[in-house]
Antibody
Framework: QVQLVESGGGVVQSGGSLRLSCAASGFTFSTYGMHWVRQAPGKGLEWVAFIRYDGSNKYYGDSVKGRFTISRDNSKNTLYLQMNSLRAEDTAVYYC?????????????WGQGTLVTVSS | DIQMTQSPSTLSASVGDRVTITCRASQTISTWLAWYQQRPGRAPKLLIYKASSLESGVPSRFSGSGSGTEFTLTISSLQPDDFATYYCQQYDTYSTFGGGTKVEIK
């Protein structure tokens, strides 16, 4: 069965950096696009970033463009999110999510999420 | 950017009720719309994609309709497991979620 397990969350000071990981199993990771989606405490969902199955294309939401970098290692079945210049408004649960197919930007499997708290 | 507006933001209903949630897009998105259910402390779960296609394993009491800018999610007979928050999502241009609709017990 498909499993996505995020890690790397924690408390970081404003202006700091953090790298999230998402370990994937139960499907052929190297053939699917992957996303990060976040949810601030008590708030709704916000799409953060997408990476094509082969890593050749990456797209970002406006609020994180220039600060966050999505990447993947298909040999390790792992997705990453490097977060720099963190702000209080980046505090959220970060989910990795599998693209249904063909980069259609909707998500058929989600991880359990990892909490990032940015303290000022 | 495409904005998604859901209504109502909160809905009180009883088991067995028919429930309808509306989602409006700020510009036309054809049928590039998905619906998710999220229970407290859990990840979202895909219910509907392409506006009206039911995800495998999702009960048939859930249905979606609409195209262009107006969409609805209907639960034909609310069950205890259905008390949750529901989000619409456009994927015509990147991705944007609606603000959510919390379905509460009346």
């Amino acid at each position: 069965q498909v499993q996505l397990v995020e890690s790397g969350g924690g408390v970081v000071q404003s202006g700091g950096s953090l790298r999230l990981s998402c370990a994937a199993s139960g499907f052929t990771f190297s053939t699917y696009g992957m996303h990060w989606v976040r949810q601030a405490p008590g708030k709704g969902l916000e799409w953060v970033a997408f990476i094509r199955y082969d890593g050749s294309n990456k797209y970002y939401g406006d609020s994180v463009k220039g600060r966050f970098t999505i990447s993947r290692d298909n040999s390790k079945n792992t997705l990453y999110l490097q977060m720099n210049s963190l702000r209080a408004e980046d505090t959220a649960v970060y989910y990795c999510a599998k693209d249904r197919s063909g980069g259609q930007y909707y998500f058929d499997y989600w991880g359990q999420g990892t909490l990032v708290t940015v303290s000022s | 950017d495409i904005q998604m507006t859901q209504s109502p933001s909160t809905l009180s209903a009883s088991v067995g009720d028919r429930v309808t949630i509306t989602c409006r897009a700020s510009q036309t998105i054809s049928t590039w719309l998905a619906w998710y259910q999220q229970r407290p402390g859990r990840a979202p779960k895909l219910l509907i994609y392409k506006a009206s296609s039911l995800e495998s394993g999702v009960p048939s009491r859930f249905s979606g309709s609409g195209s262009g800018t107006e969409f609805t999610l209907t639960i034909s007979s609310l069950q205890p497991d259905d008390f949750a928050t529901y989000y619409c999502q456009q994927y015509d241009t990147y991705s944007t979620f609606g603000g959510g609709t919390k379905v509460e017990i009346k």
